[in-house]
């Protein structure tokens, strides 16, 4: 199995400039989860999937931030303008069974994005 | 809401020393409980984690965990750390109502030197 795969690794880009960072979560996987990793804020969640709808998203930031997942295989988090404080890691994990559940799932994370916003 | 402490930030151990990480949340119901480890320069992966049954949970790489219900307490421990253990540990919560929102602690950044 490939794991969680996301891309591009690192991006440098300047302020103002649209930003979209892209995951493939491992398959057969019903959640999708967006985390983004700052050294103030520590892991924060974005957003998550089920089955592709959009669950919570009470944890994106404001309007620049948005996400999509169009097939089970692929989802995107977009960043439109980006501005320097969003210079983050931002984590794609994926589970197959709910973390809230009796069995307690385990997410898988992919290796991160790191993004930085001149 | 629920939230999750993790008091010490940085610790710095010699190889064979004992480790124990704390972890408290705050939530008063049912929870899953779950320790992350982050090796430099990599992803997060699963240490162990609690959902039920025995309190004491045991993961990959020697590490433990309790769960001590009354105390909100779900603290890490190995015996013996050894060199290999360097990384960023990660208590995180998932009250059983709360949906998928896993909360994360802030994180402890362990060093062990040789």
């Known amino acids: 199995d490939a794991g969680v795969i996301q891309s591009p690794r690192h991006e440098v880009t300047e302020m103002g400039q649209e930003v979209t960072l892209r995951c493939k979560p491992i398959?057969?996987?019903?959640?999708l989860f967006w985390y983004r990793q700052t050294m103030m804020r520590g892991l924060e969640l974005l957003i998550y999937?089920?089955?592709?709808?959009?669950?919570?998203d009470s944890g994106m930031p404001e309007d620049r931030f948005s996400a999509k997942m169009p097939n089970a295989s692929f989802s995107t988090l977009k960043i439109q303008p980006s501005e320097p404080r969003d210079s983050a890691v931002y984590f794609c994990?994926?589970?197959?069974?709910?973390?809230?559940?009796?069995?307690?799932?385990?997410?898988?994370f992919g290796e991160g994005s790191r993004l930085t916003v001149l | 809401a629920q939230s999750v402490s993790q008091h010490n930030h940085h610790v710095i151990l010699s190889e064979a020393a004992s480790l124990e990480l704390g972890c408290n949340y705050s939530?008063?119901?049912?929870?899953?409980l779950f320790w992350y480890v982050q090796y430099p320069g990599q992803h997060l992966q699963l240490l162990l984690k609690?959902?039920?049954?025995?309190?004491l949970v045991k993961g990959i790489k020697g590490f433990e965990a309790e769960f001590i219900k009354s105390k909100f307490s779900f603290n890490l421990r190995k015996p013996s750390v050894q060199w290999s253990d360097t990384a960023e540990y990660f208590c995180a919560v998932n009250a059983r109502n709360a949906g998928n929102m896993l909360t994360f602690g802030g994180g402890t950044r362990l060093m062990v030197k040789p």
């Open positions: 999937f089920n089955n592709n709808v959009p669950i919570d």
């Open positions: 398959s057969g996987h019903d959640y």
């Open positions: 994990a994926s589970s197959f069974l709910p973390t809230s559940g009796r069995f307690g799932g385990e997410l898988f």
């Open positions: 939530y008063g119901g049912t929870v899953n």
């Open positions: 609690y959902f039920s049954g025995d309190p």
